[in-house]
């Protein structure tokens, strides 16, 4: 009996929770009869397992709920209190099974209240035919004196029943025999689907069939069994299987693969094996082994969500505010493993989103926005990724509050916390003990589970991002990386090292040399010509920062794996492509796991460690342009900024003039030279080298440094277009990436200001100070400079505006600079010359979105005015976001070309509309 | 070091120390955290990742991630002497479920010490080398540093990034 009772409560817990959500579907859709029939059921099942295993308790419970439920099935409007009375009635029911569940025996009791609730209700309607309906419903059910009902037991149930059964006996003794056995043996769904043919045939073997069946619910059967009958023929035989069994199983699936691919390696290595038929088989066999225990492991994420709905419906009844519930892709599979985990804070940030997210209905209608709340759960496979993201409509993080909580909690200094990036800002809701909710509500508030949510999903090597607009709600999304897992991975050669790249990802393979199928490059980023198509291409070597300089030559011949992740699709260049295999991912080091190129690591057949490569990450290192004129240190520092919100700045310092450190902005550097002294050509005074079959002026980044007339001579060389300048340096110390905080202003042209760097006092260079020390009509600008246009440049930091405000204004604008969005606004609406506006989007306080979306909603002058969004990464979501803005371009950062380019198309333009 | 022994036999608690060597400098590391002493082998580079970390390697199926002592310590990598693949050795320490390669320059003997020998850090050691020592033994006509395992490998990718 044991055995029987904890299969009973676990799967009364299922039934619980299907009916939980289907009830919801239910009060929305008060016609659906499909929906009806299946919570009937169910409830139907519990009750009458109950009565077998002799638990009255619940028995009772179910029952009353049954009839309330028959009576919505006779036409009674289901309304929401009588929704909430029986979704409370689940609830005790829940609390019973859990008690039952820790000591074997129901707790004592009354649930008279509800019963009497439920049976008011049950009897509340008015409907004259439906009066008989709860009159022959007792509360216990009545013992076997009926004869079966037309579809009520099928065959194969009343077998199974027997044979579960103790003795035939214990039907006389506790009545409703059949559909209690019949649960614990088989399958949820199919539960009462009998079928049409069979109660006859049945009638005279089993005495009491469904002996509580209300007069009403033989109808209601009936028709469930048209409805079902296909269910019911093709029977399910399903067991329970303990995880950890499952576990095991996986884990010696894995060593079998481990040595399935040692025996494959061997056997390509010897030619004239016998054993190669039997291997073959053997590789089949493990192929198909390992997909049959992969597929036990995998669930739709859709059970996870099930719980939801109800979670939802009692919020927004607790709350006030009307909720709309929207789940997308909820059949994407992940590992049960996985699940588990995520479960939970799933459930917790819904409550969140409700609770904290969406503004009470009043609120949203004053905001101009639809009165009903809307919390978007989405779940999608992506390159090999899952991705969750929980979206509400509502109001937004409070950036505000959350920059003085975060003070106030001494989290960190007001000064540290005024330069970080709304995304950064926003983490910190993921810190213990932090909760900005004006009140506590029994919601949330009380400042305990972000923390949680977040730490339950870095176990599994998952990450959480928080992208949130004032007004327009808040975006959680999580992506779970795939671990825990086998996934068949195409092995290939980069540099000297091998690689795996998840088979998911690759689209085709094409091998490119010198001749017809050739990489071809546009201002160095190489590119692809593939069926009429252009396809950009990244060389996995120069990714990982491996490339020594001499990468063009490498890209001339060897493969390009064609990769798509999401809707990018780009190529990666690899030098050489070995085979398939089916690797067992392990998860990166704790250490390691900042890399964004990789996903995990693996032991390959022969026993050697390759990592695999991460095609997300390596789609986000395209999209940002990394193989620009990089060594190590460049894509490391682009690794790196990618990883959400850093505001730090990469710098090249070197010693220059009374050996005094200064330092550039790596990013404005184009390459960094070292040249013979007698290289160094004087003309009319002026040092020069040639350069590239180009003549390149020198100059001295200090006025103390001389050009040394022997041994040789370390170069910044800056490049512009075609004209490059040669930075004359002492000695190129280091890359540092840090943090840049403009101490001290200099009151020198040639410098922007000083800051420390790594403990030393260094001076930051003003690049554009030297320009036109080179070239004269640098700083002039280059042809379009008649017309001189007026520019306004938003930057909360002073070392941009001051970095940026000389290259524009050497590019022929006229140059205004405001420090947030707040003066920039102030600035735009009192100046009409402004009709350019180049802002970051990333400020603390008002965004550069904000801003944007401030003069689209103002007067026409300001809302048709053309913008450039500066960001530190551009990311699908930024660029969507800048699309409905009608942001003219979005520009990285540094990218100062990029930046004049976007200028002049603007300028173009506005002139071509004005001819 | 051979002579440390002889201190062993004094009074009071002892503590064992498997010692192992970065050029001419002695380290001690305490016996219950170091669960292998292997020679490293077919270590796979991870590129991007700390300077620190050496590579992956495979350990009897396990994948172990291998970092070399000598960069932690900050000092330069060993020159390659002779034929280029000096026989280094790597001590197996774990921490939180994962299991870290320790590549040190060799490996030398367990060493048995006493409180009587044990002298707190100098304090005028690199800083970066007084939070990695837990204290200073010494021994007969040499010092033998001890290492704090979970200093060691307490380099977060954070820490990791900004050196």
Redesign the interface.
């Known amino acids: 009996m044991d055995d029987l009772l904890r299969e009973f409560l676990t799967e009364s817990g299922e039934h619980l929770d299907t009916v939980d959500a289907e009830l919801v579907r239910f009060e929305q859709d008060p016609n659906n009869q499909t929906i009806l029939r299946n919570i009937f059921r169910l409830v139907h099942t519990i009750k009458g397992t109950c009565g077998f295993l002799g638990l009255p308790r619940l028995e009772a419970l179910a029952h009353a709920a049954e009839t309330l439920m028959g009576r919505f099935r006779d036409g009674l409007p289901a309304t929401s209190e009588s929704v909430t009375v029986i979704l409370s009635t689940l609830d005790r029911l829940k609390a019973i099974l859990a008690d039952l569940e820790a000591t074997g025996t129901e707790p004592a009791g009354s649930d008279d209240d509800l019963i009497s609730e439920l049976e008011r209700m049950a009897s509340a309607a008015p409907e004259p035919e439906a009066a008989p309906a709860p009159a022959p419903e007792p509360v216990l059910p009545e013992p076997v004196s009926r004869e079966l009902k037309p579809g009520e037991v099928t065959l194969d149930e009343l077998e199974a029943a027997f044979l579960a059964a103790p003795g035939p006996g214990e039907a006389d003794v506790s009545a409703p025999v059949p559909p209690p056995v019949e649960a614990p043996k088989a399958e949820v769904p199919k539960v009462e689907a009998p079928k049409p043919a069979a109660p006859k045939a049945a009638a005279p073997k089993p005495e009491p069939a469904d002996v509580d069946a209300s007069r009403a619910e033989p109808a209601g059967d009936t028709e469930a069994v048209v409805a079902t009958e296909t269910t019911a023929a093709g029977k399910i035989q399903t067991i329970r299987v303990n995880v950890d069994t499952l576990e095991h199983l996986m884990t010696m699936v894995s060593e079998l693969v481990l040595t399935r691919n040692q025996l494959l390696e061997i056997a390509r290595r010897h030619e004239d094996s016998s054993y190669k038929v039997p291997l073959q088989r053997l590789s089949h066999v493990t192929a198909e082994l390992q997909e049959g225990v992969m597929k036990t492991r995998m669930q739709p994420i859709g059970s996870a969500w099930q719980k939801l709905p109800r979670v939802v419906r009692d919020l927004s009844a607790e709350l006030g505010k009307q909720i709309d519930l929207v789940m997308v892709g909820a059949e994407t599979e992940l590992d049960r493993q996985v699940l588990e985990v995520i479960k939970d804070p799933l459930t917790h940030m819904v409550r969140n989103s409700a609770d904290h997210g969406l503004e009470s209905t009043a609120g949203r209608v004053a905001a101009g926005k639809p009165a009903r709340g809307t919390i978007r759960l989405a779940a999608y496979h992506e390159g090999g990724t899952i991705t969750i993201e929980i979206a509400d409509d509502g109001k937004g993080l409070d950036l505000a509050a959350i920059r003085k909580k975060a003070v106030e909690r001494g989290l960190t200094s007001q000064a540290d916390v005024e330069r970080m990036t709304d995304a950064q800002v926003a983490k910190f809701i993921f810190d213990a003990g932090f909760s900005t909710a004006a009140a506590v509500t029994s919601v949330s508030g009380r400042g305990v589970g972000m923390d949680v949510v977040k730490t339950n999903i870095e176990t599994i090597g998952g990450i959480i991002d928080i992208a949130t607009t004032a007004g327009r709600g808040t975006t959680f999304t999580i992506k779970i990386p795939l671990t825990l897992a086998i996934v068949a991975a195409l092995i290939v050669r980069a540099g000297e090292h091998r690689f795996a790249l998840p088979q998911v990802a690759v689209l085709e393979l094409v091998r490119v040399d010198a001749g017809a199928q050739r990489v071809e490059r546009i201002n160095g980023s190489p590119v692809l010509r593939l069926r009429e198509r252009l396809l950009p291409i990244v060389s996995l070597t120069g990714l990982l920062g491996q490339s020594d300089g001499q990468g063009a030559e490498t890209e001339q011949a060897g493969f390009v794996v064609v990769a798509q992740v999401g809707r990018e699709r780009f190529g990666i260049l690899v030098d050489e492509v070995f085979h398939t295999e089916e690797i067992v991912v392990k998860p990166m080091s704790a250490k390691l796991r900042h890399i964004p190129m990789f996903a995990g690591n693996t032991i390959l057949g022969d026993g050697a460690v390759v990592l695999i490569v991460d095609p997300n990450g390596v789609a986000r290192q395209v999209a940002q342009g990394v193989q620009g004129s990089s060594g190590h240190a460049d894509v490391d520092a682009e690794a790196e900024a990618s990883e959400i919100g850093d505001t730090k700045t990469t710098l090249l310092v070197f010693k220059g003039g009374h050996g005094s450190f200064k330092a550039v902005p790596l990013s404005l550097v184009t390459r960094l030279e070292e040249i013979e002294c007698d290289k160094v050509e004087w003309l009319g005074g002026r040092p020069l080298i040639q350069y590239r079959g180009r003549l390149m002026p020198l100059v001295p980044a200090d006025p103390a440094i001389t050009i040394s007339s022997e041994g040789t001579q370390a170069l910044v060389v800056f490049s512009d277009g075609e004209r490059a300048m040669g930075l004359v340096v002492d000695e190129i110390v280091d890359i540092v990436e840090e943090r840049l905080d403009i101490e001290i202003a200099a009151d020198r042209s040639d410098l922007i200001g000083s800051a420390v760097l790594r403990g030393r006092a260094t001076d930051i260079i003003n690049i554009a100070h030297f320009l036109p020390l080179a070239y004269d009509d640098w700083a002039r600008g280059p042809k379009k400079s008649e017309q001189v246009s007026t520019l306004l440049l938003v930057d909360d930091s002073a070392f941009f505006r001051d970095m940026l405000s000389p290259v524009l204004k050497a590019a022929g604008y006229q140059v205004l600079t405001a420090a947030s969005a707040d003066a920039a606004l102030t600035l735009l609406q009192s100046d009409p010359r402004i009709e350019v506006v180049v802002t970051d989007l990333e400020m603390p306080g008002r965004s550069g979105f904000d801003l944007v979306a401030a003069m689209r909603g103002g007067e026409p002058r300001l809302a048709g005015l053309p913008v450039i969004g500066l960001t530190g990464t551009v990311g699908a979501e930024a660029v969507e976001r800048a699309r409905s803005l009608a942001i003219s371009d979005l520009v990285a950062k540094f990218d100062r070309s990029g930046l004049i380019a976007a200028l002049a198309e603007i300028s173009a333009t506005t002139v071509s509309q004005a001819a | 070091m051979q002579a440390a022994n002889a201190n062993g036999a004094e009074t009071g608690p002892t503590d064992d120390y498997v010692t192992v060597y970065v050029g001419d400098t002695l380290f001690g590391l305490a016996i219950e955290r170091v669960h292998d002493v292997f020679v490293p082998s077919?270590v796979?580079?991870?590129?991007?990742?700390?300077n620190e970390?050496v590579?992956?390697?495979?350990l009897r199926?396990r994948?172990v991630?291998a970092?070399c002592l000598r960069r932690r310590l900050g000092l330069p990598d060993a020159e390659p002497q002779g034929d280029k693949a000096s026989p280094k050795m790597a001590i197996g320490l774990e921490q939180?479920g994962?299991t870290?390669a320790l590549v040190v320059d060799g490996v030398g003997e367990v060493l048995k010490l006493g409180a009587d020998s044990r002298e707190a850090v100098p304090i005028n050691l690199d800083p970066r080398w007084r939070n990695l020592a837990t204290c200073v033994h010494r021994l007969d006509g040499r010092l033998l540093v001890i290492l704090d395992v979970d200093a060691l490998l307490g380099?977060?990718?954070?820490g990791?990034?900004?050196a």
């Open positions: 077919g796979t580079p991870v590129p991007l990742a700390p970390i590579g992956l390697l495979n199926g994948v991630t970092l939180g994962e870290f380099f977060s990718a954070a990791a990034k900004a």
